[in-house]
T-cell receptor, first 109, second 120 residues
Framework: QSALTQPASVSGSPGQSITISCTGT?????????LSWYQQHPGKAPKVIIY???KRPSGVSDRFSGSKSGNTASLTISGLQAEDEADYSC?????????FGGGTKVTVL | EVQLVESGGGLVQPGGSLRLSCAAS????????MHWVRQGPGKGLVWIAH????????TYADSVKGRFTISRDNAKNTLYLQMNSLRVEDTAMYFC???????????WGWGQGTLVTVSS
Protein backbone atom coordinates (compact mmCIF):
# COMPACT_ATOMS: atom_id res chain seq x y z
CA GLN A 1 0.00 0.00 0.00
CA SER A 2 2.39 2.72 -1.22
CA ALA A 3 1.21 6.31 -1.23
CA LEU A 4 0.53 8.05 -4.51
CA THR A 5 3.33 10.36 -5.68
CA GLN A 6 2.87 14.12 -5.72
CA PRO A 7 5.42 16.93 -5.97
CA ALA A 8 6.19 18.44 -2.57
CA SER A 9 5.58 21.99 -3.73
CA VAL A 10 4.35 24.04 -6.65
CA SER A 11 4.28 27.81 -6.90
CA GLY A 12 2.85 30.44 -9.21
CA SER A 13 2.04 34.11 -9.48
CA PRO A 14 -1.49 35.47 -9.18
CA GLY A 15 -3.43 34.92 -12.39
CA GLN A 16 -1.19 32.13 -13.62
CA SER A 17 -2.16 28.47 -14.03
CA ILE A 18 -0.44 25.64 -12.20
CA THR A 19 -0.76 21.87 -12.45
CA ILE A 20 -0.20 19.29 -9.74
CA SER A 21 0.45 15.69 -10.71
CA CYS A 22 -0.50 12.54 -8.85
CA THR A 23 1.12 9.31 -9.98
CA GLY A 24 0.00 5.82 -9.07
CA THR A 25 -0.04 2.45 -10.73
CA UNK A 26 -2.26 0.33 -12.94
CA UNK A 27 -3.81 -1.12 -9.79
CA UNK A 28 -5.18 2.18 -8.55
CA UNK A 29 -5.28 5.36 -10.67
CA UNK A 30 -4.84 3.47 -13.93
CA UNK A 31 -7.73 1.06 -13.39
CA UNK A 32 -10.74 3.35 -12.77
CA UNK A 33 -11.91 6.95 -12.37
CA UNK A 34 -12.30 6.93 -8.58
CA LEU A 35 -9.83 9.74 -7.97
CA SER A 36 -10.45 12.79 -5.80
CA TRP A 37 -8.57 15.94 -4.93
CA TYR A 38 -8.68 17.76 -1.58
CA GLN A 39 -7.72 21.26 -0.54
CA GLN A 40 -6.52 21.81 3.01
CA HIS A 41 -5.69 25.15 4.59
CA PRO A 42 -3.40 25.13 7.67
CA GLY A 43 -5.17 23.86 10.76
CA LYS A 44 -8.34 23.08 8.83
CA ALA A 45 -10.07 19.94 7.64
CA PRO A 46 -9.63 18.79 4.04
CA LYS A 47 -12.28 19.83 1.54
CA VAL A 48 -13.10 17.84 -1.61
CA ILE A 49 -12.66 19.96 -4.73
CA ILE A 50 -12.62 17.29 -7.44
CA TYR A 51 -14.13 13.80 -7.50
CA UNK A 52 -14.20 11.02 -10.09
CA UNK A 53 -11.17 12.58 -11.81
CA UNK A 54 -12.83 15.70 -13.19
CA LYS A 55 -16.14 16.44 -11.48
CA ARG A 56 -16.57 19.47 -9.22
CA PRO A 57 -18.84 19.47 -6.17
CA SER A 58 -21.43 22.20 -5.99
CA GLY A 59 -19.89 25.47 -4.86
CA VAL A 60 -16.32 24.72 -5.94
CA SER A 61 -14.82 27.29 -8.29
CA ASP A 62 -14.51 26.32 -11.95
CA ARG A 63 -10.90 27.49 -11.74
CA PHE A 64 -10.21 23.98 -10.43
CA SER A 65 -10.14 21.20 -13.00
CA GLY A 66 -9.00 17.60 -13.06
CA SER A 67 -7.83 15.11 -15.65
CA LYS A 68 -6.12 11.76 -15.97
CA SER A 69 -3.80 10.01 -18.38
CA GLY A 70 -2.79 6.44 -17.72
CA ASN A 71 -1.52 6.13 -14.16
CA THR A 72 -1.22 9.88 -13.58
CA ALA A 73 -3.94 12.29 -12.53
CA SER A 74 -3.60 16.06 -12.61
CA LEU A 75 -5.18 19.01 -10.87
CA THR A 76 -5.02 22.38 -12.61
CA ILE A 77 -5.71 25.65 -10.87
CA SER A 78 -6.24 28.47 -13.35
CA GLY A 79 -6.29 32.18 -12.53
CA LEU A 80 -4.32 31.52 -9.34
CA GLN A 81 -5.53 33.57 -6.35
CA ALA A 82 -4.05 34.24 -2.92
CA GLU A 83 -6.78 32.12 -1.31
CA ASP A 84 -5.59 29.09 -3.29
CA GLU A 85 -2.46 28.90 -1.16
CA ALA A 86 -2.97 25.57 0.63
CA ASP A 87 -2.03 21.91 0.60
CA TYR A 88 -3.58 19.70 -2.08
CA SER A 89 -3.86 15.93 -1.87
CA CYS A 90 -5.07 13.29 -4.28
CA UNK A 91 -6.85 10.10 -3.24
CA UNK A 92 -7.54 6.96 -5.24
CA UNK A 93 -9.62 3.88 -4.58
CA UNK A 94 -7.22 0.93 -4.56
CA UNK A 95 -9.19 -2.29 -4.38
CA UNK A 96 -10.99 -2.28 -1.01
CA UNK A 97 -8.70 0.44 0.37
CA UNK A 98 -7.80 4.03 -0.46
CA UNK A 99 -4.46 5.67 -1.12
CA PHE A 100 -3.59 9.32 -0.62
CA GLY A 101 -0.75 11.23 -2.16
CA GLY A 102 1.84 12.85 0.08
CA GLY A 103 0.36 16.29 -0.55
CA THR A 104 1.54 19.32 -2.51
CA LYS A 105 2.01 22.74 -0.96
CA VAL A 106 0.88 25.46 -3.34
CA THR A 107 2.47 28.85 -2.83
CA VAL A 108 1.13 32.00 -4.45
CA LEU A 109 4.10 34.27 -5.09
CA GLU B 1 -24.98 19.78 5.20
CA VAL B 2 -22.67 17.08 6.51
CA GLN B 3 -21.50 17.80 10.04
CA LEU B 4 -18.99 15.55 11.79
CA VAL B 5 -17.51 16.17 15.23
CA GLU B 6 -14.66 13.99 16.49
CA SER B 7 -13.76 13.53 20.13
CA GLY B 8 -11.73 11.26 22.38
CA GLY B 9 -8.20 12.23 21.44
CA GLY B 10 -5.49 12.88 23.97
CA LEU B 11 -2.11 11.85 25.32
CA VAL B 12 -1.51 8.13 25.79
CA GLN B 13 1.58 6.05 26.53
CA PRO B 14 2.99 3.56 24.02
CA GLY B 15 1.08 0.30 24.28
CA GLY B 16 -2.00 2.06 25.57
CA SER B 17 -5.52 2.31 24.18
CA LEU B 18 -7.89 5.06 23.16
CA ARG B 19 -11.38 5.19 21.66
CA LEU B 20 -12.31 7.97 19.27
CA SER B 21 -15.88 8.98 18.50
CA CYS B 22 -17.38 10.88 15.59
CA ALA B 23 -20.88 12.34 15.97
CA ALA B 24 -22.67 12.79 12.65
CA SER B 25 -25.54 15.05 11.66
CA UNK B 26 -27.01 16.74 8.59
CA UNK B 27 -27.26 13.58 6.52
CA UNK B 28 -28.71 10.07 6.74
CA UNK B 29 -25.79 8.47 8.57
CA UNK B 30 -27.14 4.93 8.29
CA UNK B 31 -26.99 4.98 4.48
CA UNK B 32 -23.33 5.77 4.01
CA UNK B 33 -19.94 4.15 4.40
CA MET B 34 -17.70 6.06 6.81
CA HIS B 35 -13.93 6.56 6.90
CA TRP B 36 -11.16 7.34 9.36
CA VAL B 37 -8.16 9.21 7.98
CA ARG B 38 -5.13 10.45 9.92
CA GLN B 39 -2.44 13.04 9.41
CA GLY B 40 0.85 12.96 11.27
CA PRO B 41 2.52 16.25 12.28
CA GLY B 42 3.62 18.01 9.10
CA LYS B 43 2.74 14.97 7.01
CA GLY B 44 0.19 13.93 4.41
CA LEU B 45 -3.21 12.34 4.79
CA VAL B 46 -3.30 8.58 5.33
CA TRP B 47 -6.45 6.49 4.98
CA ILE B 48 -6.74 3.95 7.79
CA ALA B 49 -10.19 2.34 7.77
CA HIS B 50 -13.75 2.38 6.56
CA UNK B 51 -17.02 0.67 7.46
CA UNK B 52 -20.14 -0.22 5.54
CA UNK B 53 -23.40 1.61 6.20
CA UNK B 54 -24.85 -1.28 8.25
CA UNK B 55 -21.54 -2.04 9.98
CA UNK B 56 -21.37 -5.41 8.28
CA UNK B 57 -18.07 -4.90 6.48
CA UNK B 58 -14.84 -3.20 7.47
CA THR B 59 -11.49 -2.64 5.76
CA TYR B 60 -8.19 -1.46 7.24
CA ALA B 61 -4.82 -0.19 6.11
CA ASP B 62 -2.00 -2.61 6.81
CA SER B 63 -0.44 -0.16 9.27
CA VAL B 64 -3.34 -0.51 11.73
CA LYS B 65 -4.76 -3.94 10.93
CA GLY B 66 -5.09 -6.05 14.07
CA ARG B 67 -4.67 -3.03 16.38
CA PHE B 68 -7.51 -0.69 15.40
CA THR B 69 -11.23 -1.48 15.14
CA ILE B 70 -13.75 0.69 13.37
CA SER B 71 -17.40 0.41 14.38
CA ARG B 72 -20.61 2.41 14.29
CA ASP B 73 -23.92 2.85 16.10
CA ASN B 74 -26.52 3.97 13.59
CA ALA B 75 -29.08 4.55 16.33
CA LYS B 76 -26.74 7.17 17.81
CA ASN B 77 -25.39 8.46 14.48
CA THR B 78 -21.90 7.83 15.79
CA LEU B 79 -18.73 6.32 14.34
CA TYR B 80 -15.97 4.89 16.51
CA LEU B 81 -12.32 3.95 16.28
CA GLN B 82 -10.91 1.71 19.00
CA MET B 83 -7.14 1.99 19.01
CA ASN B 84 -5.07 -0.59 20.91
CA SER B 85 -1.35 -1.25 21.21
CA LEU B 86 -0.65 2.34 20.28
CA ARG B 87 2.77 3.28 18.93
CA VAL B 88 4.63 6.57 18.80
CA GLU B 89 4.09 6.57 15.03
CA ASP B 90 0.31 6.61 15.55
CA THR B 91 0.64 10.20 16.75
CA ALA B 92 -1.59 12.20 14.40
CA MET B 93 -4.72 14.22 13.90
CA TYR B 94 -7.54 11.75 13.28
CA PHE B 95 -10.38 12.77 10.97
CA CYS B 96 -13.64 11.01 10.33
CA UNK B 97 -15.19 11.46 6.90
CA UNK B 98 -18.40 10.46 5.21
CA UNK B 99 -18.11 8.12 2.27
CA UNK B 100 -20.61 7.08 -0.34
CA UNK B 101 -23.43 4.62 -0.58
CA UNK B 102 -21.01 2.15 -2.15
CA UNK B 103 -17.69 0.75 -0.91
CA UNK B 104 -15.86 2.81 -3.51
CA UNK B 105 -17.18 6.11 -2.19
CA UNK B 106 -14.24 8.31 -1.30
CA UNK B 107 -14.01 10.61 1.71
CA TRP B 108 -16.44 13.48 1.19
CA GLY B 109 -17.48 15.54 4.21
CA TRP B 110 -14.86 15.82 6.96
CA GLY B 111 -14.79 16.63 10.65
CA GLN B 112 -12.26 18.99 12.21
CA GLY B 113 -10.25 16.15 13.69
CA THR B 114 -9.11 15.03 17.13
CA LEU B 115 -5.45 14.91 18.11
CA VAL B 116 -3.86 11.72 19.39
CA THR B 117 -0.39 11.90 20.91
CA VAL B 118 1.44 8.70 21.80
CA SER B 119 4.40 9.43 24.03
CA SER B 120 5.99 8.28 27.25
Amino acid sequence: QSALTQPASVSGSPGQSITISCTGTGSDIGSHDLLSWYQQHPGKAPKVIIYEVSKRPSGVSDRFSGSKSGNTASLTISGLQAEDEADYSCCSYAGNTFLFGGGTKVTVL
Amino acid sequence: EVQLVESGGGLVQPGGSLRLSCAASGFTFSKYWMHWVRQGPGKGLVWIAHIKSDGGRTTYADSVKGRFTISRDNAKNTLYLQMNSLRVEDTAMYFCASGGALQTGQPWGWGQGTLVTVSS
